[in-house]
């Protein structure tokens, strides 16, 4: 397996990013850390062994990025409309600088996937739904998708329309919803242990997208499935087979 290690300053963000590709061909996957997570732990954790088949037949080719959420989200210490501002410049870098990397580095001439575990799927869900003229799919595992957890009652523009449950249902622009219909969304949770808050906002994320006129793959694994990486191992090979 082809695998490259870079550290590129971010301007946006004025501090240095690393990341890490995997493999040499197919489709880009944006791969997105659990909290407070690093570029290496997709491949500390097992993930990239996993997922190794699709990655050396060249189906898929994974770009794992470092985070910035305790500096942004879950610092909690900041004023929450500061986190709110800190992760609006984390989506600049992304979009502004990570993206165009990949995009030089790959030649890939469509659209990429997200995917991600726990706030990793938070990440995940929102860069897909905010941008899906860059993305056309997305596989998010054991996420939070709305504002209570990091914020309370806060709300300010910065939290409001960066938590997918705050401005999805307020949605009414063809274009987006457009591209969501045309895009494969695998939103999974298990019910098991430490799932209860993620198992709550995915069924109310399924609501939300029914609500839409959205299709999406909502999947509930078992009483046994927990919100632990063992089972992100199996849930991730089993829904990239469905999709590339």
């Not at 088949?53 to 500061?82: K, N, Q």
């Not at 309370?152 to 939290?159: A, K, L, P, R």
């Not at 999805?168 to 939103?187: G, K, V």
Request: proline share 5%.
């Amino acid at each position: 397996m082809n695998v490259e290690y870079y550290k590129l300053l971010s301007r946006r963000l004025g501090q240095d990013m690393e990341l890490k590709t995997y493999g040499h061909a197919g489709k880009p996957v944006v791969v997105f850390p659990s909290a407070c997570g690093r570029f290496y732990e997709f491949e500390d954790f097992g993930m990239v062994d996993a997922i190794a088949s699709f990655i050396e037949a060249g189906r898929v080719r994974l770009y794992t990025l470092d985070s910035i959420d305790c500096e942004a989200w879950l610092a909690h210490w900041m004023y929450p409309g500061d986190r709110g501002m800190r992760h609006e410049q984390y989506e600049d870098y992304v979009i502004h600088e990570a993206l165009p990397f990949i995009y030089e580095h790959s030649g890939y001439p469509g659209k990429y996937m997200t995917v991600g575990c726990s706030m990793g799927a938070y990440h995940a869900a929102n860069f897909f739904f905010k941008h899906p003229h860059r993305f056309d799919g997305v596989i998010a595992l054991s996420g939070l998708y709305g504002p209570e957890y990091f914020v309370g009652n806060y709300m300010d523009d910065t939290v409001y329309f960066n938590f997918p449950l705050c401005y999805l249902p307020r949605l009414t622009d063809p274009m987006y919803l457009d591209q969501f219909r045309r895009s494969q969304i695998i939103i999974c949770v298990g019910q098991g242990a430490w799932e209860e808050d993620s198992l709550r906002e995915t069924r109310a994320l399924e609501a939300t997208l029914r609500a839409l006129d959205v299709p999406a793959w909502f999947d509930y694994w078992g009483l046994d499935a927990s919100h632990d990486w063992p089972w992100w191992r199996k849930q991730l090979p089993y829904f990239l087979e469905k999709c590339v």
